[in-house]
């Protein structure tokens, strides 16, 4: 079965460092997303992707976030200066759309020390 | 986006069929249901989706009534391993449509 791979599995950064977090979506898949989820709280949207740009974010995505398509496989989301609220799972996903369900890697869980 | 409430937890034993019920009294037209699992430090997994009556998969089943405000998955002869969250979604059928999940259903399996 298709998977979605992100590294690092475990990430720990110094607060005010940058990030770079990494995802290889399905290859034959469309449409990117990166949503986070807080220890012991919802999974939540930050930003979908699709034809090389953002096509929604949500209002936890703001200056400090980016995301970027570098080549034709990887799927990266940077945090340029984080804080230890950033500290959290972070999940990227891709759908082929049409309906069929998004799938999700691994996750990535960022700790800021 | 249409609201939904599930149950927080459910427990149950191996072998047995779980059943989680899920309302959303304010499904729109074209919004879909969809189920997924949640495994602790895992990415959320899609189960099924469906529009209405019942969809099957080798998985799961979904029911959902006529007036589809409420909608059931039903797991059959459940394991340890289904032990996980799950979380009722209610959108668009599209799969560019951003996931708002709640706080999903907390299902343990015991011996």
């Known amino acids: 079965e298709p998977e979605v791979t992100q590294t690092p599995s475990h990430q720990v950064t110094q607060m005010g460092q940058e990030v770079i977090l990494h995802c290889v979506p399905i290859?034959?898949?469309?449409?990117f997303y990166w949503y986070r989820q807080i220890l012991g709280q919802k999974v939540e949207f930050l930003v979908s992707f699709y034809n090389n740009e953002i096509s929604e974010k949500s209002e936890i995505f703001d200056d400090q976030f980016s995301v970027e398509r570098p080549d034709g496989s990887n799927f990266t989301l940077k945090i340029r200066s984080t804080k230890l609220e950033d500290s959290a799972m972070y999940f990227c996903?891709?759908?082929?759309?049409?309906?069929?369900?998004?799938?999700f890697g691994s996750g990535t869980r960022l700790t800021v020390v | 986006l249409a609201k939904t409430t599930q149950p927080i937890s459910m427990d149950s034993y191996e072998g047995q069929e779980v059943n989680i019920t899920c309302s959303h009294n304010n499904i729109a037209t074209n919004d879909y249901i969809t189920w997924y699992q949640q495994f602790p430090s895992q990415g959320p997994r899609f189960i099924i989706q469906g529009y209405k009556t019942k969809v099957t998969n080798e998985v799961a089943s979904l029911f959902i009534p006529a007036d589809r405000k409420s909608s059931t998955l039903s797991l059959p002869r459940v394991s340890l391993s289904d032990t996980a969250v799950y979380y009722c979604l209610v959108g668009p059928n599209s799969g560019y449509s951003t996931l708002t999940f709640g706080k999903g259903t907390m299902l343990l399996v015991s011996p």
């Open positions: 996903a891709s759908s082929e759309g049409g309906g069929y369900g998004y799938t």
């Open positions: 290859s034959n898949h469309l449409y």
